[in-house]
């Protein structure tokens, strides 16, 4: 009896597998405002009455700040409706915050927060996150822990770049119900997306 009420507080309790990371969680939304807030947002965006994330694609972009974006754990709402900001992953150095768990939809990127995960690194533009090999190379394990737990391909890890394109030839989960124009972002910059892969270990799809 009593080992089956632990077993079932472990299945409650058990956070997305880290790979052997420290991941932190002392920096997180709070679901229980978010989910509905989320699922409304997923409702007018993609036409989906849920706040449940079953990811099939990652999202990397960079912070365009010093330090830890405070905004992604705080901000009540953006352009004008709500939830606020928020990203599933925050890295900077060998430090790695979880904000939602991945199995929440985050608001990171417009057209695809139905589909992603999103992953914020740390700095203020694409050079300097370049000048960042600690934080490109933990954003590496990352993903790649991402990518294994959820069966993601290589081929959908995604910029923020390529998203913001909002063209489905080149990243076929883009949708959105209300506004489906291109918007135009650079982040996490061209030759950092190279550089993050190419450490994802070639076994990994
Ligand atoms: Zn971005």
């Avoid at 507080?9 to 990371?21: F, H």
């Avoid at 700040?65 to 992953?89: D, I, R």
């Avoid at 417009?110 to 996150?129: C, K, P, Q, S, T």
């Amino acid at each position: 009896m009593l080992f089956a009420w632990m077993l079932a507080t472990a299945l409650v309790a058990s956070p997305a597998p880290d790979c052997g990371l420290t991941i932190q969680r002392d920096r997180v939304r709070d679901l229980t405002a978010w989910k509905p807030q989320i699922q409304a947002y997923s409702q007018r965006h993609y036409g989906e009455n849920t706040w449940q994330l079953d990811p099939v694609a990652i999202v990397l972009h960079y912070t365009v700040s010093k330090g830890f974006p405070w905004n992604l754990v705080n901000t009540a709402h953006f352009a004008g409706e709500t939830p606020g900001l928020a990203v599933h992953y925050v890295v900077d150095g060998d430090k790695i915050w979880e904000i939602l768990p991945p199995t929440v939809r985050s608001r990171g990127a417009y057209g695809i927060n139905h589909r992603a995960i999103n992953i914020e690194l740390v700095a203020m533009e694409a050079n300097d996150l370049a000048r960042r090999p600690k934080t490109l190379a933990t954003a590496a394990k990352l993903t790649t822990c991402l990518m294994q737990t959820y069966a993601i391909p290589r081929a959908k890890v995604y910029s923020h770049e390529a998203v913001s394109k909002m063209d489905p030839v080149r990243v076929p989960e883009v949708k959105d119900l209300l506004n489906a124009k291109p918007y135009g972002k650079s982040d996490p910059g061209e030759a950092n997306m190279r550089t993050i892969l190419q450490q994802i270990p070639p076994e990994v799809e």
